[in-house]
């Protein structure tokens, strides 16, 4: 597998924003997708985007977070807002691929929303 590389999360008071990104690399990818898990739960997915630009996302995040890619960077993005103190969670990025490189998880990355 080809590794993933995320970044943009820390720690934010409730109400405000972050930005994650995952650089992809390797073959075509055909999809991207964020997904979280917080302490003592299971993983749960959280939203996806297609190489076309179809997204969708869980029921808990819409009209919140957003998610993008750029095909020349092979990058996905997810924009944060308004987040809460159950938006705390490892996010993981996960890459679907065309061709050898096959799919991969992201490192994970701690979001924590608190005052």
């Known amino acids: 597998q080809v590794p993933l590389v995320e970044s943009g999360g820390g720690l934010v008071q409730p109400g405000g924003s972050l930005r994650l990104s995952c650089a992809a690399s390797g073959s075509i990818v055909s999809s991207y997708g964020w997904y979280r898990q917080a302490p003592g739960k299971q993983r749960e997915w959280v939203a996806g985007?297609?190489?076309?630009?179809?997204?969708n996302y869980a029921d808990s995040v819409k009209g919140r977070f957003t998610i993008s890619e750029d095909n020349a960077k092979k990058t996905v993005y997810l924009q944060m807002n308004s987040l809460k103190p159950e938006d705390t969670a490892v996010y993981y990025c996960y890459v679907s691929r065309w061709g050898a490189s096959g799919d991969s998880w992201g490192q994970g990355i701690q979001v924590t929303v608190s005052s």
């Open positions: 985007i297609s190489a076309g630009g179809t997204s």
